[in-house]
């Protein structure tokens, strides 16, 4: 399905709740998707529901989640911890502090020195 911004019509929510029923045999047999506006602004899409069933089963295919043996954790995590530092070195922490900060908020400062 064509999801580009030519494909899409734009309509206000009152014309929309007018002819609502024609709204959506438009949508389901010319496979246009139609942005539903209020005060100017899309709000709501109405999609054909064979495209949005597309989407759906698009969306749990492209997710897998990643299996890793120990080691190969090991190696990600000391370089989760290089970033870390990496991104720590780029701020004086002794500056960011200010006087008169709350006590739970000093602690937390206290783990990234």
């Avoid at 030519?6 to 047999?29: C, G, H, M, Y």
């Avoid at 998707?33 to 698009?58: E, Q, R, S």
């Avoid at 190969?72 to 200010?98: I, M």
Wanted: hydrophobic residues 40%.
């Amino acid at each position: 399905m064509d999801t580009s911004l030519l494909n899409i019509d734009f309509e206000p929510l009152t014309e929309v709740k007018a002819k609502f029923s024609e709204k959506v045999a438009l949508v389901s047999q010319k496979k246009r998707l139609l942005a539903i506006t209020l005060n100017g602004k899309p709000k709501v899409m109405l999609v054909p529901y064979d495209a949005f069933l597309g989407w759906l089963t698009d969306q749990q295919a492209a997710y897998e989640p990643r299996r890793m043996t120990l080691k190969e954790w090991e190696k990600e995590s000391k370089k989760w911890r290089e970033v870390v530092g990496s991104v720590k070195n780029l701020f004086d922490l002794s500056k960011l502090e200010r006087k008169g900060q709350k006590p739970h908020k000093q602690n937390v400062l206290k783990k990234f020195k």
